[in-house]
């Protein structure tokens, strides 16, 4: 594996269990709520610990070992790097607690509009793509593009089971926020939401 394999595994490690991590906690956020760390332990068990295990058993599958073409090298570079950039900035608007479901457990929190969710509903998950896409590019194997696709399917599912608990906890508001703020790309001339 290459430097560049080296680091697309990084990115596969970081951003291919965040579905899974979800599968676990939204539909079952009532019965988490009294068990907070049992969640938090279930859910990196049932999604880190796989996506690790595969990535492991199947790296010479899934990372080339020659050396991407140039244009790949940087665009790829460039997609995890506005990622990493794009992940902090999100952590600032909306802290860490709540990137890993705290809100979620606890049924409490409010809803943020504000930064970048005045402009999109999921940035994280925007975010996570173009960094998997960067991965891509690096690893120089169709395999990985093909769990891109899985990815991309599992994500829609987490943002649907995500979006399903917010109605419940936010109701009306989370409706008119939802009718305001697009998905993944935001609208040109779009408000920042205050």
């Known amino acids: 594996m290459t430097p560049l394999g080296g680091l697309a595994a990084l990115v596969l490690f970081l951003q291919l269990p965040i579905p899974l991590y979800w599968f676990v906690l939204h539909p079952l956020t009532n019965f988490w709520r009294n068990r907070q760390k049992a969640a938090f332990i279930t859910a990196l068990a049932c999604s880190w610990l796989p996506v690790t295990i595969c990535l492991f058993v199947f790296h010479r599958q899934l990372f080339s070992t020659v050396w991407p073409a140039g244009w790949r090298i940087v665009l790829g570079v460039a997609l995890i790097v506005f ?10 608007d909306l802290g ?15 809803l943020v509009h504000r930064g970048v ?49 917010l109605r419940k906890r936010f109701g009306l508001s989370y409706e008119q926020y939802c009718r305001r703020v697009p998905r993944f790309f935001p609208h040109s001339g779009n408000p920042q939401a205050r």
């Open 96 to 110: 860490g607690a709540r990137l890993v479901g705290q809100t979620e457990l606890t049924g409490g929190g409010e």
């Open 83 to 92: 990622e990493a950039w794009f992940f902090f900035r999100l952590q600032r």
């Open 117 to 165: 969710y005045g402009r999109i509903r999921h940035p994280r998950y925007l975010g996570s793509l173009l960094a998997i896409i960067g991965a891509c590019l690096l690893s120089g194997t169709r395999v990985t593009w093909i769990i891109a696709g899985v990815w991309c399917l599992l994500t829609g599912i987490a943002i649907a089971l995500e979006e399903c608990e």
